[in-house]
Each structure stands twice: as structure tokens, then as C-alpha cells.
């Protein structure tokens, strides 16, 4: 089991003093906290460094560097925070279908984790963008669940599940995941493949999502979005890399890395 370092530190971002306990309560609680207030964010894949998994290097770039991530970073540091409070809790992978039908064969590059509080099994997720659920979610059943945001169910096909969220009237399937132990090598995999193959979504592309009471903020490339939950989003294009520099910082609480390309590699991004 990774072991985290600097756990204390990892508590008071999320506005605890002492460790709480394991309880649904606490884990409602850890899960809304953090997807609000660690960004998920591909700067990395943007500018084609690396992006090592392990708890160490997580720990780093999040709570020191000042930095977000995407699934294999954030559901990885948030496991082995649940992990160490006590929760029975174990990583799990999916095939995200978001934007394409929930039946598609896609890649097994999403991670999530499985929890099990008081015999009863939920998926908790901080790493899935803008549409990533703000509450846990309990699996055996199929009824529709709220959350601290939009309504989200699961159904089971075949030993298959798949996440539903309810968006504008309408239910999107979001991924197809199942049990499946999963170990270090298979999170490796998938991330060697989100992070550096041609055809992954991320490479050299910019994607961040942070939400907060009420609504999501959402940065796709040089498109920003804000989403309510009771009324018509905000969206504009940025067309000037200071903004977007200054939208990442102000607005998603993400300190800018220090590389060469940054700039560069942002204002590509742009629609002029």
C-alpha cells in the first residue's frame, strides 16, 4: 500500500486539523473538499513532460508545486489518503465514453477507486475533469443519486458498470468500469498511454476543471467555461496568452511550472 509522506499537510488543504474518521460522512466530505480545491489540469501532457505516478512525486507536484493532475495522479494521492485514514479502499480502472456511445470499446485509461464503508460499496472519484462526481456514489444500485452538484447513476450490464450524469435534463454515460484488481503495472500503462501516445486526448492539449459550490469552471484549450447548476453557462474563447495565464492562476489556483515552452505552447492554443 503507498504510504504518503505528508499526509498532515494533504488535511489542511482540505480544511481538516486532525485526522477524521472513517465514516461515509467523512468520506461525502474529503471528496467535495478535493474536487474543489486541487485543479485537474493536463499542463504536463500539454508540454510533453513527464508525468510519474508514484504517491512521492504526486505529493510533490500537488501540495508543494502547487499543481493539479488528471486521474492517475489525483485518484492516486486520494486513495492513498483514504487508505491511510483506515477506509477499505482499493484503485479500480474504466473506459471513458463521454461524447461518444456509452457501448464503445474504449481504451482502459481511467482510474478510480472502490470504498467500502459499513458493508456497503461506493466508487469515489476526484480525477474524471469537468464532469468528475462531487459525492461518492453507492454501486449496487441503480437508482439516481445527488450529489453536491448534478444528479449521477450507475447501471450494471455484465458485470459492466457505467456512470450516468444528468445534464441538462438528458443522461450522458460518462465510463464503463468494472472490479477488476488492478496493480502498479496497469496504472503505468494507461498513464504511459494518456501521457506521450498520438492519438491520447491530452497530448499537447490543455484540459482543467475545478469545481465549487453551485457550479463548475472548465477550461478546454483556449475555450473557458463556467457551468451552473441553475442557469445558462458562461463561456468565452481567450485570445490573449496573458489572460489564459492569468485565468489558470486566478481562477483554478494552479502555480504556473517553469518551462521553456510554457508560454509558447499556450498561446497555440489560442483562436485569434
Known sequence: MPRLAHSRLYLQRLGYDTPPAPTLQTLRSLQLRHVSTFAFETLSSLLHAPVPIDVSSVEQK???DGRGGYCYELNQLFLALLQELGFDARGITGR??????PDALTSRT????????DGVRYISDVGFGGMVPSSPLQLDTEAPQATAHEPYRLSLKEDKYTLWAQVAGEWRGLYVFDLQPQSRIDYEVGNWYVSTHPESLFLGQLKVALLAPGLRQTLNNGYYAVHYLDRDSEKRAIQDVDELMALLQDNFGIRLPE??????????????
Not at 471513458?96 to 456511445?101: A, I, L, N, Q
Not at 481511467?110 to 464503508?117: D, F, N
Not at 518551462?259 to 485569434?272: C, G, I, K, N, T
Open 96 to 101: 471513458v465514453v463521454m461524447g461518444g456511445p
Open 62 to 64: 500537488v501540495l508543494f
Open 259 to 272: 518551462h521553456p515552452q510554457l508560454r509558447a505552447s499556450l498561446e497555440r492554443l489560442l483562436v485569434f
Open 110 to 117: 481511467h482510474r478510480l477507486s472502490l470504498v467500502t464503508v
